[in-house]
């Protein structure tokens, strides 16, 4: 079993930044894939990043491109993502999550939330 947890969430304005970090533990098979994903209140939840451990490609939603740079270090320990430029519509719960394929659904964080005001 795969477990996730997030850390690195809190309240900036508009513009500022955050880095989010998720601690994977579980077994030696690590996952295929690594993302992020974030929901608002009233709102579905909605991917935002992700990344393929083996061959490291990345790939983003249209509203973060440019601005959310998702990493994993060299252990394959821990995921990133860096956010910059922040928006109050940014601001919403965001998960960590893991899969064997890549829908990256398997496994899921508990989720740190992030506040942007304006």
């Known amino acids: 079993q795969v477990q996730l947890v997030e850390s690195g969430g809190g309240s900036v304005q508009t513009g500022g930044s955050l880095r989010l970090s998720c601690a994977v533990s579980?077994?030696?098979?690590?996952?295929?894939?690594m993302g992020w994903f974030r929901q608002a209140p009233g709102k579905e939840r909605e991917r935002v990043a992700r990344?393929?451990?083996?061959?490291?490609?990345?790939v983003y939603a249209d509203s973060v491109k440019g601005r959310f740079t998702i990493s994993q270090d060299s252990a394959k320990t821990t995921v990133y993502v860096q956010m910059n430029n922040l928006k109050p519509e940014d601001t919403a719960m965001y998960y960590c999550?893991?899969?064997?394929?890549?829908?990256?659904?398997?496994?899921w964080g508990r989720g740190t939330q992030v506040t942007v005001s304006s």
């Open positions: 579980g077994p030696n098979r690590g996952p295929f894939c």
């Open positions: 999550a893991a899969g064997y394929d890549a829908l990256c659904r398997d496994f």
């Open positions: 990344i393929y451990t083996r061959s490291v490609g990345t």
